[in-house]
């Protein structure tokens, strides 16, 4: 579940900029409303390593919270 989560947070990130007021998008740069740079394909322009970190946080919060969770 927390690699599912991953993948549909990493897919947001490339629509962020059409959805959140304050993030520029590709096609528009920064100006004083929208201050947050465009995250790009994956989150790429935040860093390459964006991607990966993301899933690996992901799958370990899910792993911790599906151990906490009773079963049957």
Request: glycine letters at 14%.
């Amino acid at each position: 579940m927390g690699a599912l989560h991953g993948l549909a947070l990493l897919t947001m990130l490339t629509v962020a900029p059409q959805l959140h007021p304050r993030i520029a998008s590709e096609y528009d740069p920064p100006v004083a409303t929208r201050r947050l740079e465009p995250p790009g394909f994956l989150g790429l322009n935040y860093g390459p390593r964006t991607p990966l970190t993301t899933m690996l946080g992901q799958v370990v919060y899910g792993a911790v919270l599906g151990g906490f969770l009773p079963v049957g």
